[in-house]
């Protein structure tokens, strides 16, 4: 089981479970979302689900144009082909469990994804490197750059 933590960005995911764990049928992990954070590429995938659960904060998720704010205890899934991002407009940090199912999506994906976002020195990402990861890992970019 991993419990390596990966940097996106300002952002940091953690794996408690990789699909090698679960016989593919599901990847588990943490991501922390620091105050005025956000997603930094809204995407869709129609390869799994995603479950997300609250675990400190709020995050603030806009899922094929509607605004839910996710809260410790909560959760809401976040179905294939829906376009999706988050953020935290709170004053707290954030932290929330995501469940992907089936494991078709791994910590692979985040640790390209950071190496792109590191490579931009602070300044703006390559969007044309970080669309090619996220379609490599069956995410479909939506609007790069722009809002979902």
């Avoid at 990847?27 to 995938?45: K, L, N």
Wanted: charged share 20%.
């Amino acid at each position: 089981m991993g419990s390596e933590t990966i940097t996106v960005g300002a952002r940091s995911v953690r794996f408690l479970i990789e699909a090698a764990d679960s016989n593919g049928t599901a990847s588990v992990f943490e991501c922390f979302v620091p105050t005025d954070a956000r997603m930094p590429a809204p995407h869709s995938h129609d390869g799994f689900e995603e479950t997300i659960y609250g675990l400190e904060g709020v995050s603030t998720w806009t899922i094929d144009g509607e605004t839910v704010e996710i809260v410790p205890g909560e959760a809401i899934c976040v179905s294939r082909g829906q376009i999706h991002g988050f953020d935290n407009r709170g004053s707290i940090d954030a932290k929330f469990l995501a469940i992907a199912t089936p494991g078709v999506f791994g910590s692979a994906y985040f640790r390209e994804i950071g190496e792109v976002l590191a490579a931009s020195s602070g300044g703006p990402p390559d969007l044309a490197a970080m669309g090619e990861v996220m379609r490599r890992h069956g995410l479909t970019p939506a609007a790069l750059g722009g809002t979902a």
